[in-house]
């Protein structure tokens, strides 16, 4: 089968598709046959060497790419039940010590990092959905606010910073939106109460909005410190992006988010998605053997979603 993996670090040329066994599924997982699968800035991270010098994963002659998976099964192993081949399935890739991630024909993970498609979606729809929707949702677990408390979100029209906006409105938060001007209308069908114009003063244009500032803060956008300034004394504040998180400065409760894999929840956000209530936006689609050409658009910036791969 074809896989997209890297040998050495550096920019989008590094990017190789090889020829690689057909991994089986172990006692506890399920193969899947991928059909698309997301393009995220983690994949970057990667692809540059940016996790290995920062510690988060050894170096190893060959790194796979790849969180997000969107295919149908098509082995199960040994003890797994809820799923058989054929059954369309979406799930997350999060570990970093494997030399095959989602960016392939085929993958394995651990069933309990699978959940079923959402009925209603395209694989390469359903392909934004695992990493970028969780992310967003366990952020906001860690913000841990009341219903009708007020959370700032932070690149409110990116495909984080999006599901974060819906999935915290869904929770009967007030959320106070931070995006390009021109994204106003966008955030606020997300379901925005209050929008901020990317690059205001944020702590003074927030606390204009909601006097003594808001209750918590996701910060899809790593803007850090100047988003901090905007969250009231004892409020708690979620980073997304490695090394992006502030000092605690005023007993606010501060803490990078990492990701884990979720099949459980990943089935609940599906099914928020097929009622409508998450909103799938792809921003464009390359073939496996494009995966460079991905790259370099995403390094263009500009995107409101996310590029998928298509196998």
């Known amino acids: 089968m074809r896989a997209v993996v890297i040998r050495s670090f550096g920019g989008p040329e590094v990017l190789k598709v090889e020829e690689v066994p057909v991994p089986r599924a172990g006692a506890g997982q399920v193969r899947i046959r991928v059909e698309a699968a997301g393009v995220n800035p983690v994949d970057v991270a990667v692809r540059t060497g940016a996790l290995v ?31 058989a081949p054929g059954d369309r399935v979406i799930a997350l890739s999060d570990r970093l010590d494997l030399s095959l991630g989602a960016y392939a024909e085929q993958i394995v993970l651990d069933a309990d990092a699978v959940a079923p498609a959402p009925a209603h979606a395209t694989s390469v729809q359903a392909a934004t ?3 970028n929707a969780l992310t967003a949702d366990q952020a906001i677990d860690f913000v841990g606010l009341a219903e009708g408390q007020t959370l700032l ?15 915290a409105v869904a929770r009967g938060l007030r959320v106070v939106a931070v995006a390009g001007a021109g994204d106003e209308d966008l955030v606020r069908g997300f379901g925005a109460e209050f929008f901020v114009s990317r690059g205001a003063e944020l702590g003074s244009a927030v606390r204009g909005l909601v006097p003594g500032g808001v209750h918590g803060a996701i910060d899809a956008a790593a803007i850090g ?16 992006r490695g090394g992006a998180a502030p000092v605690a400065l005023r ?10 894999a979720d099949g459980a929840r990943l089935a609940e956000l599906a099914k928020l998605a097929d009622d409508g209530r998450l909103t799938f936006r792809v921003a464009g689609t390359f073939p496996l053997d494009q995966a460079a050409a ?9 995107l409101r979603g996310r590029l998928v791969l298509l196998t």
Do not use: C, M, Q
Not at 251 to 260: D, L
């Open 251 to 260: 007993g606010t409760r501060v803490a990078n988010v990492w990701i884990r």
């Open 153 to 167: 979100v932070t690149g409110a029209a990116g495909a984080v910073g999006g599901y974060a906006v819906e999935l």
């Open 294 to 302: 991905a790259h370099e658009r995403l390094a263009e910036g500009g």
């Open 225 to 240: 410190t100047a988003a901090l300034t905007a969250v009231r004394n004892g409020g708690s504040f979620a980073a997304v």
């Open 53 to 83: 010098e920062g510690g988060l994963s050894e170096r190893r002659e060959v790194h796979g790419l790849g969180w997000d998976v969107a295919g149908s099964v098509e082995e199960i192993g040994a003890g797994v039940t809820g799923f």
């Open 129 to 131: 959905l695992p990493l």
